[in-house]
């Protein structure tokens, strides 16, 4: 069977931290499996390389920035590897580049192209361990790229798609998917399965545990994952097509996203056209928009607020206000101190007064909807940042601690 795993820089962050996982490579290697092991950063090693650059320059090329934010994840498989030889186990480290990984020249969010696996399999062949560099590969110029937030993830998920490999395991500092964040909500229930569409809905909402893009992939490749700790040794969440409960339960999760801002673009010209420009422009400066919702204004005018990340929030003011006439509207105002709860499920489908549920529970808590959007598996809401934990909690005693 082969097997790939993926350590995230928690579980990699020490000394003590890098044996305990170089045991649970050892162990599933010595059962027989071929093993392919991405790593991430330890600890907070990316930050330390950012500050390292701001100290110099404060706006370094992107292309400068992935050639130093690569070191990171390299010092881990060479760690990795070390400990393992030490164990007295084959193992070989290897960069991006070296694992075949190729990707387009869009330096700090690269996208992956094509995997050439003639390395990787002429190591497995050899009966290693192989060790690849999360977060990273090289362009069509040879330079080094990093391929964004979650980049060890989506690393990890391409390669097991590309290999064809029988599971793809993700460790992290917890048990599995939670049916809410259990350091917040004492009561989350940890899951033994969720859907891919589950489980993206999830990671699009503000749940940390893995990142949209390896979700998508593993959606794309039929990639089936297994969320689980490293520092527990206990079975964790399988994300897959099909979910054995997914009848059974109407509600899988709940996640918060409090790193959100919404633009309210006033006094919009109500003509034919001018939804289409505000968006336009903001998604032309690359910001992805999340919930709009337009109220009829006045003297032939509306309000238009959608919802951006906090750190677009300031670039998406700028570029509409750089457009102000050719748009047409007189104002723009900014609120970052909002929060996003949703609600996913895809027993949502078949299950009646959900919605009614959900609005119940953050009336018990005095809590106030400012924007609602939804689908077939999901509800979201634009509450008041200071209520976002309870709410949460509230929605959660209503579908699971009841």
């Known amino acids: 069977m082969l097997i790939v795993q993926k350590f995230g820089g928690s579980s990699v962050a020490d000394a003590g931290r890098i044996r305990n996982v170089a045991g649970i490579i050892a162990e599933s290697y010595l059962e027989g499996h071929e093993m392919v092991v991405v790593l991430s950063a330890q600890g907070d090693t990316t930050d330390d390389l950012l500050e390292k650059a701001a100290e110099l320059n404060e706006a370094p090329s992107k292309r400068e920035l992935d050639m130093l934010l690569a070191t990171g994840?390299?010092?881990?498989?060479?760690?990795?590897?070390?400990?393992?030889?030490?164990?007295?186990?084959?193992?070989?480290?290897?960069?991006?580049?070296?694992?075949?990984?190729?990707?387009?020249?869009?330096?700090?969010?690269?996208?992956?192209?094509?995997?050439?696996?003639?390395?990787?399999?002429?190591?497995?062949?050899?009966?290693?361990?192989?060790?690849?560099?999360?977060?990273?590969?090289?362009?069509?110029?040879?330079d080094y790229t990093t391929l964004g937030r979650g980049g060890s993830d989506t690393t990890a998920v391409a390669l097991a798609a590309a290999l064809h490999a029988d599971k793809c395991q993700i460790f992290t500092d917890v048990e599995g998917v939670y049916t809410a964040d259990p350091r917040k909500v004492p009561g989350a229930k940890k899951l033994d399965e969720i859907t891919y569409d589950e489980m993206l809905e999830l990671a699009s909402?503000?749940?940390?545990?893995?990142?949209?893009?390896?979700?998508?992939?593993?959606?794309?490749?039929?990639?089936?994952?297994?969320?689980?700790?490293?520092?527990?040794?206990?079975?964790?969440?399988?994300?897959?097509?099909?979910?054995?409960?997914?009848?059974?339960?109407?509600?899988?999760?709940?996640a918060k996203d409090a790193n959100v801002a919404r633009v309210t673009v006033m006094q919009v010209a109500d003509r034919p056209g001018s939804a289409f420009r505000v968006l336009n422009a903001v998604a032309r400066a690359g910001i992805n928009v999340d919930m709009i919702i337009q109220a009829n204004g006045?003297?032939?005018?509306?309000?238009?607020?959608?919802?951006?990340?906090?750190?677009?929030?300031?670039?998406?003011?700028?570029?509409?206000?750089?457009?102000?006439?050719?748009?047409g509207f007189r104002d723009i105002s900014v609120d970052k101190d909002i929060a996003k709860v949703s609600v996913v499920g895809a027993g949502m489908m078949s299950s009646v007064g959900i919605a009614s549920?959900?609005?119940?529970?953050?009336?018990?808590?005095?809590?106030?909807?400012?924007?609602?959007?939804?689908?077939?598996?999901?509800?979201?809401?634009v509450i008041d940042a200071a209520s976002a934990d309870r709410a949460v909690a509230a929605i959660h005693r209503k579908f699971f601690e009841a």
């Open 298 to 327: 006045r003297d032939e005018t509306n309000d238009m607020s959608f919802v951006v990340a906090e750190a677009d929030a300031e670039a998406a003011c700028k570029v509409l206000q750089d457009r102000q006439t050719a748009i």
């Open 205 to 254: 909402m503000g749940a940390q545990v893995l990142m949209n893009r390896s979700v998508q992939l593993a959606k794309r490749y039929g990639v089936e994952l297994e969320v689980l700790s490293s520092l527990v040794r206990a079975p964790g969440t399988k994300v897959k097509e099909v979910s054995r409960n997914m009848e059974e339960m109407k509600i899988t999760g709940i």
């Open 73 to 142: 994840e390299q010092q881990s498989i060479a760690l990795m590897a070390m400990c393992l030889e030490a164990m007295g186990l084959p193992v070989v480290s290897l960069t991006g580049w070296q694992a075949g990984i190729r990707t387009n020249a869009d330096y700090s969010a690269a996208r992956i192209n094509r995997i050439n696996t003639e390395r990787l399999h002429r190591e497995l062949d050899k009966k290693r361990i192989v060790l690849v560099a999360g977060f990273q590969g090289v362009n069509k110029f040879d």
């Open 357 to 381: 549920l959900v609005f119940e529970a953050l009336n018990d808590e005095h809590v106030n909807i400012q924007m609602i959007n939804t689908s077939e598996v999901k509800i979201s809401c």
